[in-house]
């Protein structure tokens, strides 16, 4: 039997960050924070990643629209469209909000003098003085 070593890919270190819950300024800054840098290459990865987990909730919702609108036309998929529709909207509505709260999170991170939001250091959480 051969045995395999599992090591992390190097581009894929410190990755695993994730928003827990919803896309709320406290979750989406906690995010930024775990970064514990203020890189502009490092915050600008993060904030694609973030960008585009949250802009996929408004194209979701692009395609409700657009399905839900096609079903609406036929007399046997209005009974769907209909709802479609209507879910379509909440979820471009949803994401536009999620997006607003990426991008305002990262204006204030990358000002943390005028808001006093620090980085953590994860060395220091032992250190005593």
């Known amino acids: 039997m051969r045995s395999e070593e599992h090591t992390p890919e190097s581009g894929k270190q410190g990755t695993t960050m994730e928003l827990h819950g919803t896309?709320?300024?406290d979750s989406v800054l906690?995010?930024?924070?775990?970064?514990?840098s203020y890189d502009p290459d490092i915050l600008d990865g993060r904030l694609t990643d973030l960008l585009d987990r949250a802009d996929a909730v408004t194209r979701k919702g692009t395609l409700f629209l657009v399905?839900?609108?096609m079903a609406t036309v036929t007399l046997v998929g209005s009974p769907l469209g209909f709802?479609?529709?209507?879910?379509g909207f909440c979820?471009?509505?949803?994401?536009?909000?999620?997006?607003?709260?990426v991008?305002?999170?990262?204006?204030l991170y990358t000002r943390p003098q005028e808001?006093?939001?620090e980085p953590?250091?994860?060395?220091?959480?032992g250190e005593t003085k």
């Not at 709802?83 to 879910?87: D, F, G, N």
């Not at 991008?103 to 204006?107: E, G, I, K, L, Q």
Request: cysteine-free.
């Open 83 to 87: 709802p479609l529709v209507l879910a």
């Open 30 to 36: 906690a995010v930024f924070r775990e970064t514990g």
């Open 120 to 125: 953590r250091n994860p060395k220091s959480k």
């Open 67 to 69: 399905l839900g609108s």
């Open 115 to 117: 808001h006093s939001i």
């Open 91 to 101: 979820l471009r509505q949803t994401g536009a909000r999620h997006v607003s709260a």
């Open 23 to 25: 896309f709320e300024i």
């Open 103 to 107: 991008r305002r999170a990262f204006d």
